[in-house]
DNA sequence: ATGGCTGAGCTACTCAGA
């Protein structure tokens, strides 16, 4: 079982990329983030000829966050929080995986900056909704699988330049203790489980050459609860997409389950 | 070096991203 995720900053703008990394990596579930178009934009067409169905939860111009699976999914939900702005940035859905009911979540975190601003107000409040609802559902089902976009730079070792972010919407200190919180419920971001000291990125801006340079970061990733992780034979971050032309400038990162 | 580049909406330029 094959679930990957990646933000993909414009569905339409990247539809040939994203058809050819599907018949690539074949996953068997993407999530994807910052689709940027309403529902009746999305390409559902051109999943379903690869043999894939979307659930949607789009936006006009900005976020907006899609499942693409080559299974149906169950009780599919956009309204896991309540969102002020309501934009569209999170689905989740259900699926039986060797006999356990696992929620696939998948979110696109606000950005927050710049700090001291509402808009570094509002990723805060999400954030501390979805953390709230996170922790009510775990009771409810042990089974939690939290994957997407989380525009927070968990440790020093996710950025080529720590200084530059420390007072940065992504690499605040504030913001780093609620990924810890998030942790802290019970889960394990299994990238870094798997690889304590390894220096990996997921997204590089499309500035003065910061993917030649290699000037990224690591902020998307996969948090599963503690229940799963012997579930888990892999994950890699996959950087050819970020290579290709008209890229995205995120990466997908790969988990594969038993 | 808070600039650099890219996409959506729209057709000149702003907003947003991280």
Known sequence: MKI???NVNSVRARIDNIKNYIKDSSP?????????????NFPTNEFEKLGYRSYVHGQKSYNGVALIGKYELNNVNTNFIEDDLKQSRIITGELIINNKKIELINIYVPNGNPVDTDKYEYKKKWLGQFI???????????NLLIAGDFNIIPEEIDVHDFKKYENDALGRLEMRKKYRELI???FKDIYRY??????EYTFWDYFSGSWQKNNGMRIDYFLLSNNLVNNVKSIIINKKPRSKNKPSD?????????
């Open 250 to 258: 995120h990466t997908p990162v790969e988990l594969i389950l038993n």
């Open 28 to 40: 068997d579930i993407l999530f994807l983030q910052e689709i940027k178009t309403q529902n009746e």
């Open 4 to 6: 990957i995720s990646w």
């Open 194 to 199: 798997l690889n304590k000291k390894k220096q």
């Open 184 to 186: 802290n419920i019970g």
């Open 132 to 142: 709230k609802n996170i922790k009510k559902k775990i009771i409810k089902n042990p």
